[in-house]
């Protein structure tokens, strides 16, 4: 499997989501990590469902001119479909309940062409020493980190959820535990009619 150097991840993050551009939603913004990233002109939507990180998101995101904070899950994006021109995720899809019906939610709120922006961390090949840690961790993390699943192949879940492209690098971050993560992007079809015959 080809891995790009992690040098490259923090790159990958100024070009990715300082290309978004038109309406943003953000899932599981947290306290707003991805601002310094975003282009100031975008109309930035962001959804966050716990109310705590949502009351220290909403004083961060004083800064931007154009925003909004949305108390729901990716589950359930309270949003018509078609509403947003690009969406983005960084390390967010470890963490939803049902990593299916998000991906479903996020093609069905992006407009035909949207991009979908993603950074994740992901589950290491079965076998490795990093699987097995991975999976020790799993009950602990799923409790103690809002969530987390770091045993997810997030990878084969974005390419399978239907959208027209996906483009993405793998990485690994270094360090003892050497996690891999994802970084890429994935397009909904121009013509989503068209997609669906
Ligand atoms: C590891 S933090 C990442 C925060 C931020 N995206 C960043 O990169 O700093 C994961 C975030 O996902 C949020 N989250 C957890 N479950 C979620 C869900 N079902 N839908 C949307 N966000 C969720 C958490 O509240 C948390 O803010």
Not at 1 to 14: D, L, V
Not at 59 to 85: G, K
Not at 177 to 192: E, K, R, S
């Amino acid at each position: 499997m080809e891995m790009t150097a992690w040098s490259e991840y923090a790159a990958a993050k100024s070009r990715l989501i300082g290309g978004l551009r038109g309406t943003v939603l953000e899932l599981g913004a947290g306290r707003g990590a991805n601002f310094a990233h975003l282009s100031p002109n975008v109309s930035w939507i962001g959804l966050e469902p716990h109310d705590r990180t949502r009351a220290a998101l909403l004083r961060t995101a004083h800064d931007l001119r154009r925003r909004q904070v949305l108390a729901a899950p990716a589950e359930r994006i309270p949003l018509p479909e078609a509403s947003v021109d690009g969406v983005l995720s960084t390390v967010v899809l470890c963490s939803v309940s049902d990593l299916g019906a998000a991906l479903a939610e996020v093609r069905r709120v992006l407009r035909p062409g949207g991009r979908f922006v993603f950074f994740e961390h992901v589950a290491a090949p079965p076998g490795t020493w990093t699987y097995r840690l991975q999976r020790l961790a799993a009950p602990f993390s799923r409790t103690f980190d809002k969530g987390c699943d770091p045993t997810r192949d997030i990878g084969t879940a974005i390419r399978s959820a239907g959208f027209a492209t996906v483009d993405l690098d793998r990485y690994i971050r270094p360090g003892p535990l050497q996690v891999p993560f994802i970084a890429g992007v994935a397009h909904n079809a121009a013509d989503q009619r068209r997609a669906a015959r």
